[in-house]
């Protein structure tokens, strides 16, 4: 019942020739594909080009942030309205390079999840726990207020994704174990559940995001609670990222 969902974040890489290189390779590779949600999130400066490029293809296009107001003077920002307005369907919120890097905190994204939606659009919800974090024991703690709190006030689930990222397996070349992924997959499937209905928590899609690869995918994606995948390092390459999206 939930339609499996490949997302690609390509964080801060690619010129304007290279993303239109980049999607034009994956379009064909992936043209065939008709049961899997597909989704690029580019740098801002792309998705508009984007956009055109990928009219009535099977490819979606979502950005990496947004702001949650929705105008004003919020310099060097951009909202949910404006992205919606550039092309795309889904926004990333949340991801712990925007928590670490940026000091996003709970509140902020709960915001942001919430703008999102009334924008229109669907939300992708990052979540994941730091390898201190899991070593103190700390993990469910966290994860229970990253999905609590972050979806504070969110009644339209059915937008909503949510991708758990854990912190340590990042750009690390370290994954979960599929065991590790699917324990985790169950708990926030629990947690939603706890917060909504077991309907919606049987429709919402949990991605797993952490060093995704051609190599590791399909063990990940055979797991019962493992919807899906938010790529970041292997999305960058037209040949891995199709290889991701046929996951067996
Ligand atoms: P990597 O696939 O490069 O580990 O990145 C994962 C990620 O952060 C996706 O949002």
Same mark, same amino acid.
């Given at each position: 019942?939930?339609?499996?969902?490949?997302? *690609?974040?390509?964080?801060?890489?690619?010129?304007?020739?290279?993303?239109?290189?980049?999607? *034009?390779?994956?379009?064909?590779? $992936?043209?065939?594909?008709?049961?899997?949600?597909?989704?690029?999130?580019?740098?801002?400066?792309?998705?508009?080009?984007? @956009?055109?490029?990928?009219?009535? =293809?099977?490819? #979606?296009?979502?950005?990496?942030?947004?702001? !949650?107001?929705? =105008?004003?003077?919020?310099?060097?920002?951009?909202?949910?309205?404006?992205?919606?307005?550039? %092309?795309?369907?889904?926004?990333?919120?949340?991801?712990?390079?925007?928590?670490?890097?940026?000091?996003? =905190?709970?509140?902020?994204?709960?915001?942001?999840? #919430? @703008?999102?939606?009334?924008? %229109?659009?669907?939300?992708?919800?990052?979540?994941?726990?730091?390898?201190?974090?899991?070593?103190?024991?700390?993990?469910?703690?966290?994860?229970?207020?990253?999905?609590?709190?972050?979806?504070?006030?969110?009644?339209?689930?059915?937008?909503?994704?949510?991708?758990?990222?854990?912190?340590?397996?990042?750009?690390?070349?370290?994954?979960?174990?599929?065991?590790?992924?699917?324990?985790?997959?169950? !708990?926030?499937?629990?947690? $939603?559940?706890?917060?909504?209905?077991?309907?919606?928590?049987? @429709?919402?899609?949990?991605?797993?995001? *952490?060093?995704?690869?051609?190599?590791?995918?399909?063990?990940?994606?055979?797991?019962?609670?493992?919807?899906?995948?938010?790529?970041?390092?292997?999305?960058? $390459?037209?040949?891995? !990222?199709?290889?991701?999206?046929? !996951?067996?």
């Amino acid at each position: 019942m939930r339609t499996p969902m490949i997302a *690609g974040n390509w964080k801060l890489h690619k010129t304007l020739d290279e993303a239109v290189n980049l999607v *034009g390779a994956l379009k064909t590779k $992936v043209k065939d594909v008709d049961n899997v949600e597909i989704l690029v999130a580019p740098p801002f400066t792309a998705i508009s080009m984007l @956009a055109t490029k990928l009219a009535g =293809s099977n490819i #979606k296009i979502g950005a990496q942030n947004c702001y !949650f107001e929705p =105008s004003g003077a919020f310099t060097g920002e951009l909202s949910a309205p404006l992205l919606k307005d550039a %092309g795309c369907d889904y926004v990333i919120v949340g991801h712990s390079e925007r928590r670490q890097i940026f000091g996003e =905190s709970i509140e902020m994204i709960n915001n942001k999840v #919430k @703008a999102v939606l009334e924008a %229109g659009l669907s939300v992708i919800l990052c979540i994941g726990e730091t390898l201190e974090e899991r070593e103190s024991g700390e993990m469910y703690d966290i994860l229970t207020a990253q999905v609590k709190e972050g979806l504070a006030g969110v009644t339209d689930m059915e937008r909503v994704v949510i991708a758990y990222e854990p912190v340590w397996a990042i750009g690390t070349g370290k994954t979960a174990s599929s065991e590790q992924a699917q324990e985790v997959h169950s !708990f926030v499937r629990g947690l $939603v559940q706890g917060l909504y209905t077991p309907e919606i928590a049987a @429709a919402t899609r949990i991605l797993y995001g *952490g060093s995704v690869k051609p190599g590791n995918v399909d063990e990940l994606m055979a797991q019962s609670d493992v919807d899906g995948a938010l790529v970041g390092g292997a999305s960058l $390459v037209a040949e891995d !990222f199709a290889r991701i999206v046929k !996951f067996e």
